[in-house]
T-cell receptor, first 113, second 113 residues
Framework: SQQGEEDPQALSIQEGENATMNCSYK?????LQWYRQNSGRGLVHLIL?????REKHSGRLRVTLDTSKKSSSLLITASRAADTASYFC?????????????FGKGITLSVRP | SAVISQKPSRDICQRGTSLTIQCQVD?????MFWYRQQPGQSLTLIAT?????????ESGFVIDKFPISRPNLTFSTLTVSNMSPEDSSIYLC??????????FGPGTRLTVT
């Protein structure tokens, strides 16, 4: 079953604007990760935030995690046309010897030049 | 980060036939993962492949349909057997690196006619 649920499902913004995407999950996690996928190709890892962290930055990316609300947000500042892609959140589950990721349904981001 | 390649990058197959997808990693890894991404959907984990042991399949996936080999620490294959149009998907392999993030191959786009 899907763990992460992103919203909105689709987002269209103008180049230079900020894009905010949200993810909610249901169970306890080790960490939460965000990935980008361009045109149905392989996924690219963007950023990982651990369950004991509240905020993390990487370049133009800012991720927050609220474990009490079981939610995360990904902010892309000063967006560019090249940011057009699908974005997925994924949670790494605590239980089990074999760690695995569970992906959300994804958000389609379109950045208009 | 690990560099992962997959072969073939895409294929069009007739129903009832089988296709074997190869995944090669440029470094030794313990765990390799196979995912399926159906059109417009998120990623679903098919199985985890550990070298020297049987693959661990997720609910809804069986070895007869998706046999996996893991002959060494840098290579794995996934076979999609007795294909039907419902098997049309992108198939991705991935490996864990660092503290939990996964790195993905470019994917194999399979179309079954």
């Amino acid at each position: 079953s899907q763990q992460g649920e992103e919203d909105p499902q689709a987002l269209s913004i103008q180049e230079g604007e900020n894009a905010t995407m949200n993810c909610s999950y249901k169970t306890s996690i080790n960490n939460l990760q965000w990935y980008r996928q361009n045109s149905g190709r392989g996924l690219v890892h963007l950023i990982l935030i651990r369950s004991n962290e509240r905020e993390k930055h990487s370049g133009r990316l800012r991720v927050t995690l609220d474990t009490s609300k079981k939610s995360s947000s990904l902010l892309i500042t000063a967006s560019r046309a090249a940011d057009t892609a699908s974005y997925f959140c994924a949670t790494e589950d605590i239980t089990g010897a074999n760690s695995k990721l569970t992906f959300g349904k994804g958000i389609t981001l379109s950045v208009r030049p | 980060s690990a560099v992962i390649s997959q072969k073939p990058s895409r294929d069009i197959c007739q129903r009832g036939t089988s296709l074997t997808i190869q995944c090669q990693v440029d470094s030794q890894v313990t765990m390799m993962f196979w995912y399926r991404q159906q059109p417009g959907q998120s990623l679903t984990l098919i199985a985890t492949a550990n070298q020297g042991s049987e693959a661990t399949y997720e609910s809804g996936f069986v070895i007869d349909k998706f046999p996996i080999s893991r002959p060494n620490l840098t290579f794995s294959t996934l076979t999609v057997s007795n294909m039907s149009p419902e098997d049309s998907s992108i198939y991705l392999c991935s490996v864990f690196q660092g503290v939990g993030e996964q790195y993905f191959g470019p994917g194999t786009r399979l179309t079954v006619t």
